[in-house]
């Protein structure tokens, strides 16, 4: 059985973490691939995607696919099942957004107004998204 030593550091409302592998013979930490950046939308438009630090290897790129519900999509497929996380930092004061694994080069963005209804113009003050995927 593998097992790996978790380590979380709380740095105000935001969590980090790191992995290392136990059974590692050098014990070293796993070098994740990460894109941090932000989202902003607004009618039937597309979200507009600001990157500010992207190590996947792919481009990426944003579309509506109906109200409420858009795809983050890689030029390549980068979003391996069950070993990436996505982390939603803040920025949405009007509703509720999701972000989840959808496949290998698309990540399901989901935004419902206060009344829980799948809704555009949610993401108004740049929400944050990281993604990190592990080897």
């Known amino acids: 059985m593998k097992t790996y030593l978790i380590t979380f550091v709380f740095i105000s409302t935001l969590l980090l973490g790191s992995c290392k592998d136990n059974n590692s013979p050098t014990g070293n ?18 979200p507009k995607i600001i990157i500010m630090d992207n190590t996947l290897g792919a481009t990426l790129s944003s579309y509506r696919i109906s109200p409420g519900f858009y795809y983050i999509t890689a030029s390549q497929p980068v979003f391996t099942s069950y070993k990436k996380t996505i982390v939603l930092i803040g920025g949405v004061a009007t509703g509720h957004t999701q972000a989840y694994w959808h496949d290998n080069k698309n990540i399901m963005v ?10 555009d113009d949610i993401l108004k003050d740049d929400t944050s998204l990281e993604i990190r995927v592990y080897p």
């Open 29 to 46: 930490s796993e070098t994740s691939k990460v894109c941090n950046l932000t989202l902003t939308q607004g009618g039937i438009n597309n």
């Open 110 to 119: 989901r935004t419902t107004n206060s009344s829980n209804i799948d809704s």
